[in-house]
């Protein structure tokens, strides 16, 4: 079908006195059209009056559709089944232009901010190659709506301890606080309720209470409330990450903040200004920062074990020997882990960013050349059997190298049967063991069990059982 503007050209060259064949040439439309619009002699496009062929059948739609939940291919097998046949494009042109199923269209709002008014952040997944190995992350990202400036770094997770050290290393990136930060309804902020009936967990809303910002969230499902965060992750995924690989945590963000101070001080279309140039007007309204901010930090108690080392997210990290068994604090930081005995006795390590199984020995806790680890006492079990039997010592200590269970439950076991069995059956059956090799204790209970038999209990030999 023409439409108005094919239709006035038509007719404008008509007018100049263009023949019909050229007026058809020129537009590529046949002259039979060209006919048709001149005869009409008229600019409007005439209403399509053709009747639709789902009309005669929309009860039966509406009434399939709450039936179907919605569903327009059960809705067009079951109008097939009660003898109506629609093709489905036509079943689902005609409940678009009528608005059947779905909700009516709205326009995408814009939102406008004052200098300094808001802080929106958010998180990611992201892969990347770090050490050698992919590996996924979480992307932390916080951007200034009125300058857009942005900052970000990344994590192996994303919980409360990270985002205090985010938050603090953006509001130190932005040299102040903003009046909010939006958040997008994460429970490591959220206690409860979403939107605007959002409460937060009090450590969060103590902490923005240090910086002089509260945190705020978005209704639920309104996503674009938050664009101005939203939008940079797609930039992040395809260019920072784009062909990059990393050494090290510290390298990544590095990078990260390296990449973050380029990007600001780029002309950006959308905005028709340099973010960096807008942050100019935008701190003087930011509020300042505290003279002295705190480190963040997270505590925790453990036990110095055996070998002289503390536990912590799977890594384990030196102390003294003379701590051995002792309880102590310990202070985990962004970059450090403090251990503390009291106050005068403190240990710091670098901390490792993920669970990583590994031990880290500081070489002042390094036991004297030819001393080693102290050895922990013999197990109690075994120091019990040989006070009680000394003669098996040698067994013992051929069970707890060749035998088949952990050493711990075989010394356990034969604790018992020293222990409920009588002497001189026990010590026979071990004997006879040792000399062949034999380190199974089901089987020596046996062995036991046969000698205290015929030893300790007389056995009947009339077979007929006849007693007086």
Same mark, same amino acid.
């Given at each position: 079908?023409l439409s ?9 060259l008509?007018?100049q006195?263009?023949?019909k064949r /050229? ?8 002259r ?8 009409a ?8 009056l ?6 005669p ?5 509406l /009434?399939l559709?709450?039936?179907?939940k ?7 097998? @079951?109008? =097939?089944a ?6 489905y494009?036509?079943l ?6 009528h608005g ?15 200098p300094g008014e808001?802080?929106? *952040?958010?998180t990611? !997944?992201?892969q ?6 992919r590996?996924k ?5 916080a ?5 857009? &400036?942005?900052f970000?770094q &990344?994590?192996?997770s ?7 050290v $985010? ?9 102040g606080a903003?009046?909010? =930060? ?8 959220v206690?409860r ?10 450590? &969060?809303a103590?902490?923005a @209470?240090?910086?002089? $910002? ?5 209704? %639920?499902?309104?996503a ?5 965060v939203?939008? !940079?992750f797609? $930039?992040?995924?395809?260019n920072?990450?784009?062909?990059r690989?990393?050494?090290?945590w ?5 990078? =990260? ?10 002309y950006?279309k ?8 807008l942050?100019?007007l935008?701190?003087?309204?930011l ?5 002295w901010?705190?480190?963040? #930090? ?7 074990d055996?070998e002289?080392?503390v ?8 102390v ?5 068994g002792? %309880? ?5 930081t962004?970059?450090?882990? /403090?251990?503390?005995?009291d106050a005068?006795?403190?240990?710091? *390590? @670098? ?5 990583? *199984? ?8 390094? !036991? ?7 050895? !922990?006492?013999? %197990?109690p079990? /075994?120091?019990?059997?040989l006070k009680t039997?000394? @003669?098996?010592a040698? #067994?013992?200590? =051929? ?18 049967l ?11 059956a071990?004997r006879?063991?040792a000399?062949y ?5 089901d %089987?020596?209970?046996? &062995? ?9 209990f ?6 007929g059982?006849?007693?007086?």
């Amino acid at each position: 079908m023409l439409s108005q503007q094919q239709r006035i050209t038509i007719l404008e060259l008509n007018t100049q006195g263009v023949s019909k064949r /050229e007026i058809a040439r020129v537009l590529n439309v046949s002259r039979l059209t060209v006919r048709k619009v001149l005869r009409a002699n008229s600019t409007v496009v005439p209403a399509l009056l053709r009747p639709e062929k789902a009309e005669p059948h929309r009860q039966q739609v509406l /009434e399939l559709m709450n039936t179907c939940k919605g569903n327009l291919v059960r809705v067009r097998e @079951e109008l =097939a089944a009660s003898g109506v046949d629609l093709a489905y494009s036509t079943l689902t042109a005609f409940c678009r232009r009528h608005g059947i199923g779905q909700p009516p269209a709205v326009a995408v709002g814009r939102y406008q901010f004052l200098p300094g008014e808001e802080l929106q *952040h958010d998180t990611s !997944p992201h892969q990347l190659e770090l050490g050698g190995k992919r590996r996924k992350v979480q992307t932390a990202s916080a951007v200034l709506a009125y300058s857009r &400036m942005l900052f970000f770094q &990344m994590y192996p997770s994303f919980q409360r301890f990270d985002c205090k050290v $985010f938050l603090t290393e953006a509001l130190r990136y932005f040299h102040g606080a903003p009046q909010r =930060a939006m958040i997008d309804n994460t429970h490591v902020v959220v206690l409860r309720g979403t939107g605007r009936e959002m409460v937060p967990v009090p450590e &969060m809303a103590a902490f923005a @209470e240090r910086f002089g $910002f509260r945190f705020v969230a978005h209704e %639920r499902g309104d996503a674009n409330r938050s664009a101005r965060v939203e939008r !940079p992750f797609w $930039f992040i995924e395809t260019n920072f990450l784009a062909g990059r690989t990393f050494a090290s945590w510290q390298d990544l963000n590095q990078q =990260a903040r390296q990449w973050c101070d380029r990007v600001n001080a780029t002309y950006k279309k959308y905005l028709r200004a340099v973010p960096r140039e807008l942050f100019v007007l935008e701190q003087p309204h930011l509020r300042p920062l505290p003279v002295w901010i705190p480190e963040v #930090y997270r505590v925790h108690e453990r036990l110095v074990d055996v070998e002289g080392y503390v536990a912590l997210h799977s890594n384990r990290y030196s102390v003294p020997l003379a701590w051995l068994g002792r %309880r102590v604090e310990v202070r985990e930081t962004k970059d450090k882990v /403090e251990i503390q005995l009291d106050a005068r006795s403190l240990v710091t *390590h @670098e901390r490792i960013a993920e669970a990583e *199984h590994q031990r880290v020995l500081l070489a002042q806790h390094r !036991p004297p050349r030819g001393q080693g680890s102290p050895r !922990p006492d013999p %197990r109690p079990e /075994e120091a019990l059997i040989l006070k009680t039997a000394p @003669e098996i010592a040698d #067994y013992v200590a =051929a069970l707890k190298q060749r035998s088949h269970k952990l050493v711990v439950f075989a010394l356990r076991q034969l604790w018992r049967l020293v222990r409920e069995y009588p002497r001189e059956p026990l010590l026979a059956a071990v004997r006879e063991a040792a000399r062949y090799g034999l380190y199974d204790l089901d %089987r020596v209970e046996r &062995m036991i069990l046969r000698r205290v038999a015929r030893d300790y209990f007389l056995l009947d030999d009339d077979p007929g059982g006849n007693h007086e």
